[in-house]
């Protein structure tokens, strides 16, 4: 498998890496590909970017190639333009770091081994040399690689405390490549260290570590060393939290249960496990049992307090704020079709099916065994609101056969909100019955909205609103 691998290795780096390499050592220098590049082909998978450390210093590699840019002079890296781009960084040896963030200074160095020395992790600090085909590897991260173990390289205290950032890209790790933890780098995390570290580096690490395969089990170890309380502490409260007959986990083991078991897509991710997240502030407990009541509106201001925090985008926030605040939708398989168009209207077509797929991983993370039932009614709900998602029933104001200015001109209103409010009554009888969305019944329609109090008593009160 993985290794006597020599041939497989060099078939896999791409000719502009072999290419700068060579370029390199014509000119006197040394070169190596390193990072996450080769540990990434020696687990066999395919690695996103490329790393070259040398000896050679920026501003030389930037004389050696017709097309670079500078994306990190001040570290000694220069990004390579051929048909990929390649960083190639000069071997650094990291000076002191004061804030547990930045080296103080770094100096470059005339040693590979200098270089990998201030890598994170063993798996991480394997050079290879791609013209002898020879590999560096002072660490032991081939052998750790074999037997899956994610080690710190050299003292895990002193590493993590001099960039705190690493114990997050610990766990980050041990989440996606599905290995496990070395205990004393484990014991060595000092959660209030990450403090120091910007939420855009966190939310980056938190993004790598939601989309592994099944994060829930790494989630929980972070948990258990104190990092979660310190990343979200509304979701580590959630631990011991417990849910009543329906529920076989606690509310922070359900939410990881339900990561787990949601599909690899980022807001999904998020949205499973913050949907519950109100929960362990709003539970109350009755002779009919455990409530939790209202959880699914605290919790989408949560959801948005939280990742606003991370500085996740605006759309982005929404997004997942929508999610957790319709993840206890009603809706059924026998629901009529006036109640789904309502539903689809309510929710936005565009969150219906992540609505979905958000409660069927909300449904296998109640632990229990699941019915039969329960699954038919599932996939006949998504069947039917897909068809009304495929259908042309109309579900905005935009839809409807008349527009603002017939509105304006029946009504006998100025543009404003009333225009809106008119529209989305319109709207409502459309979704009882769409057989009535056309102009001549709609305005006529109109007439009796005209009649209704509200409009009354605004026509009375704001006189200026009118035309004239
Ligand atoms: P991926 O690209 O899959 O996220 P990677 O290991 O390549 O993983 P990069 O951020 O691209 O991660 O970094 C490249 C290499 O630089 C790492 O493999 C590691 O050797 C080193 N490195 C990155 N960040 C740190 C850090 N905070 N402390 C020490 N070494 C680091
Ligand atoms: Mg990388």
Redesign the pocket.
């Known amino acids: 498998m993985m290794f006597g691998f020599s041939t497989r290795i060099q078939n896999q780096i791409p000719q502009a890496v072999l290419n700068i390499c060579n370029t390199l050592r014509d000119n006197g220098y040394q070169a190596y590909v390193?990072?996450?590049?080769v540990?990434?082909i020696l687990l066999g998978k395919v690695?996103?970017?490329w790393?070259v450390a040398t000896d050679a210093h920026p501003d030389q590699v930037i004389s050696l190639f017709t097309k670079t840019i500078p994306t990190g002079i001040k570290f000694g890296t220069v990004t390579v333009v051929k048909d990929i781009s390649v960083?190639v960084t000069t071997f650094r040896s990291d000076g002191i770091y004061r804030d547990a963030r930045h080296p103080q200074d770094v100096s470059f160095s005339t040693s590979i081994e200098e270089d990998?020395k201030?890598?994170?992790?063993t798996?991480?600090?394997i050079a290879y040399d791609p013209i002898t085909k020879n590999f560096i590897d002072p660490y032991g991260g081939r052998r750790d690689l074999r037997r899956r173990i994610l080690r710190a390289?050299g003292d895990p205290k002193a590493?993590f405390s001099?960039?705190a950032?690493?114990m997050l890209?610990f766990f980050?790790?041990l989440a996606?490549l599905e290995f496990k933890p070395c205990r004393r780098s484990l014991a060595a995390v000092e959660p209030a260290l990450i403090r120091k570290i910007s939420m855009e580096r966190i939310r980056d690490e938190m993004s790598?570590l939601l989309l592994a395969t099944a994060p829930g089990a790494t989630l929980l170890t972070m948990h258990k060393a104190g990092l979660l309380q310190e990343i979200l502490p509304e979701v580590a409260l959630g631990d011991g939290v417990t849910q009543g007959s329906f529920h076989r986990f606690d509310v922070l083991r359900h939410s990881l249960e339900a990561v787990d078991n949601s599909l690899p897509q980022l807001e999904l991710r998020w949205a499973a496990l913050l949907h519950d997240v109100a929960k362990p502030k709003l539970r109350t407990e009755d002779e009919h049992g455990i409530h939790f009541y209202k959880h699914d509106v605290e919790g989408e201001q949560m959801a948005r307090d939280i990742l606003t925090r991370l500085r996740y985008s605006k759309k982005f926030v929404e997004k997942v704020a929508t999610l957790v605040r319709w993840h206890m939708f009603s809706v059924h398989g026998q629901s009529t079709d006036k109640a789904l168009r309502r539903f689809v209207r309510r929710v936005g077509k565009e969150n219906v099916m992540d609505l979905m797929e958000l409660r069927r991983a909300d449904i296998l993370a109640l632990g229990k065994q699941t019915t039969c039932n329960a699954w038919h009614n599932w996939r006949m709900l998504r069947d039917r609101l897909q068809a009304v998602l495929d259908s042309d029933t109309i579900l905005t104001i935009n839809d409807l056969a008349i527009g603002g200015h017939e509105v304006m001109a029946a009504l006998d209103l100025k543009p404003g909100p009333e225009v809106g409010a008119a529209l989305e009554w319109l709207l409502e009888k459309v979704l009882d019955d769409p057989a009535i969305n056309e102009p001549e019944i709609l305005l006529s329609l109109l007439q009796s909205y005209e009649n209704t109090p509200f409009l009354r008593n605004r026509q009375e009160n704001a006189p200026l609103q009118r035309k004239c």
Do not use: H, M, Q, W
């Not at 390193?34 to 590049?37: D, E, F, L, Q």
């Open positions: 390193v990072g996450g590049a540990r990434d690695p996103g970017d790393d960083e990998l201030r890598r994170d992790f798996i991480n600090a390289v590493r001099e960039d950032l690493r890209r980050r790790f996606t790598k």
